[in-house]
């Protein structure tokens, strides 16, 4: 397993804080390869930011545990453009959860106002099992 993920390396992401149990905080660039044809940051790689958090904080909760985890349902709601040169910072909390469905949520902000929020869900999975039912999943 890659740490840090090719995901979170193509968005740039970096992890700013993990030390609670089920709370990361992460910071990405808005980069002008994400933007839309209305010159913004095009709302998939919001998403993929948060969906990276919250999948961190997801880990940080398990406490030692050693899982795969999975988003099998995500909501995101855009609350404001994205110019491209803005830091964005996401900070992921796990709202709760057992030992194999875990909910958590996102908030992004651009140093000055909130610009998207994000609930998901995410399945656990022992790291031993075979990810194929995961891989599906997210």
Known sequence: MQVPPNCDLTLGMVCEEKSEPGRTR????????????????????????????MGAATITWVRGRK??????????????AVRPGTTLVCTATVVGGGSRVVFAEARVTDGERLVATASSTYVLAPRSAEPDGLARGG
Not at 30 to 53: H, K, M, T, W, Y
Not at 67 to 80: P, Q
């Open 67 to 80: 899982v795969l985890t999975a988003n099998v349902e995500m909501k995101v709601s855009f609350l404001g």
């Open 26 to 53: 992460w910071r990405m660039q808005a980069d002008e390869r994400f933007l839309n044809p209305a010159g913004v940051v095009q709302g998939g790689f919001i998403g993929a930011f948060c969906d990276s958090a």
